[in-house]
């Protein structure tokens, strides 16, 4: 039993086996496999290897500050800040305070991103306080 990554070389294996380390991008798996009578046959497969990109959040506000991000921004009496407390997870979190004044109130940190970095999810919450 057997299979070839991407046509290249075929590995011999016995029983299950695991592939680490594959790129991202397109890939071709064919297995082969020979029964105790001597029949033999191979089947293929293609996947996509899509590896998240773990660098959007990757600071998420540790530093103790908004320097990972492009900035941030806010109307008039609203604050951004980074607290101790309340705290998703680490240390650190945003801190956005509205006045509380009615009409449109805004309070948030940003940052730019391109169109491969908005298929990743993010468990990092703006804590508003």
């Given at each position: 039993?057997?299979?070839?990554?991407?046509?290249?070389?075929?590995?011999t294996v016995q029983g299950n086996t695991t592939m680490t380390g594959l790129?991202d991008g397109a890939h071709s798996l064919r297995v082969f496999a020979c029964?105790?009578?001597?029949?033999?046959?191979?089947?293929?497969?293609?996947?996509?290897?899509?590896?998240?990109?773990?660098?959007?959040?990757?600071?998420?506000?540790?530093?103790?500050?908004?320097?990972?991000?492009?900035?941030?921004?806010?109307?008039?009496?609203?604050?951004?800040?980074?607290?101790?407390?309340?705290?998703?997870?680490?240390?650190?979190?945003?801190?956005?305070?509205?006045?509380?004044?009615?009409?449109?109130?805004?309070?948030?940190?940003?940052?730019?991103?391109?169109?491969?970095?908005?298929?990743?999810?993010?468990?990092?919450?703006?804590?508003?306080?």
């Open positions: 039993m057997g299979y070839s990554l991407d046509d290249q070389v075929t590995i790129s029964d105790t009578t001597g029949n033999t046959g191979s089947s293929i497969i293609y996947f996509t290897v899509e590896t998240p990109n773990p660098r959007l959040f990757s600071d998420g506000f540790e530093s103790g500050s908004f320097n990972r991000w492009n900035g941030t921004s806010r109307t008039s009496r609203e604050t951004t800040s980074v607290v101790t407390s309340p705290v998703y997870a680490g240390s650190y979190s945003a801190g956005f305070r509205s006045n509380g004044g009615g009409g449109t109130e805004r309070a948030y940190a940003y940052r730019s991103v391109t169109r491969a970095r908005l298929r990743q999810k993010s468990t990092h919450v703006a804590t508003f306080v």
